[in-house]
């Protein structure tokens, strides 16, 4: 199984709101990410979790939180969104290099979740 | 800081032609470097992956080649397809940090 599923697909939300997006995997990967993407430009890296442990933030503002509660999960906390925050959010995991496999870091992704904030 | 970057952003193509999409990269200490394809407001899906060592890598119809010390890499699509028409993204991943750095993607579509 090498997906990595994410949920909801879709959110709307207004700036007041709090939410959050989940995304599982069961790969055994070790390490996670969260990415933002929008239209027509490449994904932007957010956060990085490797062994449950936050490694890398790329200087994302607080009303993101992120939470790894064990190695197959991975929510993104929102709250006081702008609406400058409305783009695709992108989960990917890939097996840490420990592992000494060949597809060591390899990323896969989920399909997105869409986040509109009104 | 890493810089990639793909050539051209957009490409047109007849069914069956052959071509080639670019990514360079300015720090040749590289990890590895991941091919993707991404369809219109969905994730991405990992095409092919070169670690630092290899020159090549093949799937079906695809080539992807490798030449850190050009800071090159190259995805080669053999007798395309409609079906092949998405964003192309090139990824690389740094020897020493757990991050990845992406092109801005080629848009290919390809006309029935």
Redesign the interface.
Known sequence: DTEVTQTPKHLVMGMTNKKSLKCEQHMGHRAMYWYKQKAKKPPELMFVYSYEKLSINESVPSRFSPECPNSSLLNLHLHALQPEDSALYLCASSQDITTYTRDHYEQYFGPGTRLTVT | KQEVTQIPAALSVPEGENLVLNCSFTDSAI??L?W?RQDP??????LL?I?SSQREQTSGRLNASLDKSSGRSTLYIAASQPGDSATY?C?V?LSN????Y????TKLNVKP
């Not at chain 2, 407001?41 to 990992?46: A, C, E, I, R």
């Open positions: 990890y590895n991941q993707f407001g969905k994730g991405l899906t990992s992956l670690q993204l990824a991943k940090f757990n991050k990845f992406f092109g801005s993607g």
